[in-house]
């Protein structure tokens, strides 16, 4: 079965950087995205951005745009998330997740095997 596994985040100071990555195993399909998602505490699970594995098109929520950056390693089944100028309402659990849509999947319904799941926190 697919399986996701989400690096360690940690705690980075306001502006900081932090890179994320999740390495993939199972996935026998040839047709998906990846993307990563987060969660603040009270809040809904909200889509971050995301890749196109086969043709590598990426696509980004407003509030990380031109912060984030999503990469894939396709030998290593590996995606990544570098993130950059973090501010403290990065602060999240910071979920991968894979989608078999043959569509821009942005909402978690749309993603079908997740990883369990990674906190970032940013200090003011």
């Known amino acids: 079965q697919v399986q996701l596994v989400e690096s360690v985040g940690g705690l980075v100071q306001t502006g900081g950087s932090l890179r994320l990555s999740c390495a993939a195993s199972?996935?026998?399909?040839?047709?998906?995205?990846m993307g990563w998602f987060r969660q603040a505490p009270g809040k809904e699970r909200e889509f971050v951005g995301s890749?196109?594995?086969?043709?590598?098109?990426?696509n980004y929520a407003d509030a990380v745009k031109g912060r984030f950056t999503i990469s894939r390693d396709s030998a290593k089944n590996t995606l990544y998330q570098q993130m950059n100028s973090l501010k403290p309402e990065d602060t999240a659990v910071y979920f991968c997740a894979v989608s078999r849509a043959l569509w821009v999947a942005i909402t978690a319904r749309e993603y079908d095997y997740w990883g369990q799941g990674t906190q970032v926190t940013v200090s003011s």
């Open positions: 890749i196109w594995w086969t043709g590598g098109a990426t």
């Open positions: 199972g996935i026998t399909f040839s047709t998906y995205t």
